[in-house]
């Protein structure tokens, strides 16, 4: 069982808006910045977010992050079927004092 | 860029030890915690330990709290897992990460008689 919580698939159209929920406690989302990785079939993760809504350079505008409360989410808009893959929400856990990870949501482009 | 290079990695038998490096560069190390995090085949991300700026401060799992040992040379920009008494459940990829970077490719341990 993670500690951090995410629906364990997603689905939508090419074009679509896709949104991906990560809940948490004000132990880690609550009090801690948020990361999003998104992994390809054995390939590593690759760095999507951090600090709740800040991409990397390089990584597609069509990717945004946002937190409210002890959840994050992670909305992929302009969806491409590209985009399949498996996302993780990761955060700090003060009261575990760990990193902890979201199970991953598996994301079909239909 | 930034480029964390894991290495170590292979196949042992349970009760054996293995040492992971990673070579870091691209960013300041001693600035940095640093991370361990496995996959195991099929399964999703586990994070394993940090070591913070000041080395003396670790964390662990509970899956390998007593038998892995986290450490860094920030001299070297490399940081080390030490892993003892493996078990087949440890078998997995191990990444070495930044939480504020790109992560590397990972080692791929297996445990196995």
């Known amino acids: 069982q993670s500690v951090l919580t995410q629906p364990p698939s997603a689905s939508g159209t090419p074009g679509q808006r896709v949104t991906i929920s990560c809940s948490g406690s004000?132990?880690?989302?609550?009090?801690?910045?948020v990361n999003w990785y998104q992994q390809f079939p054995g390939a590593a993760p690759i760095f999507l977010i951090y600090?709740?809504?800040q991409r990397p350079s390089g990584v597609p505008d069509r990717f945004s992050g946002s937190k409210s409360g002890t959840s994050a989410s992670l909305a992929i808009s302009g969806l491409q079927s590209e985009d399949e893959a498996i996302y993780y929400c990761a955060a700090w856990d003060d009261s575990l004092n760990r990193w902890v990870f979201g199970g991953g949501t598996e994301l079909t482009v239909l | 860029q930034v480029q964390l290079v894991a290495s170590g990695g292979g196949v042992v038998q349970p009760g054996r030890s293995l040492r992971l490096s990673c070579a870091a560069s691209g960013f300041i190390f001693s600035s940095r915690p640093m991370h361990w995090v496995r996959q195991a085949p099929g399964k999703g991300l586990e994070w394993v330990a940090v070591?913070?700026?000041?080395?003396?401060?670790?964390q662990y799992a509970d899956s390998v709290k007593g038998r892995f040992t986290i450490s860094r040379d920030d001299s070297k920009n490399t940081l080390w897992l030490q892993m003892n008494s493996l078990r087949p459940e440890d078998t997995a990829v191990y990444y070495c990460?930044?939480?504020?970077?790109?992560w590397g490719q990972g080692t791929l341990v297996a445990v196995s008689s």
């Open positions: 070591i913070f700026m000041d080395a003396n401060n670790k």
């Open positions: 004000s132990s880690n989302i609550g009090s801690n910045s």
């Open positions: 990460v930044s939480a504020a970077h790109p």
């Open positions: 600090r709740f809504d």
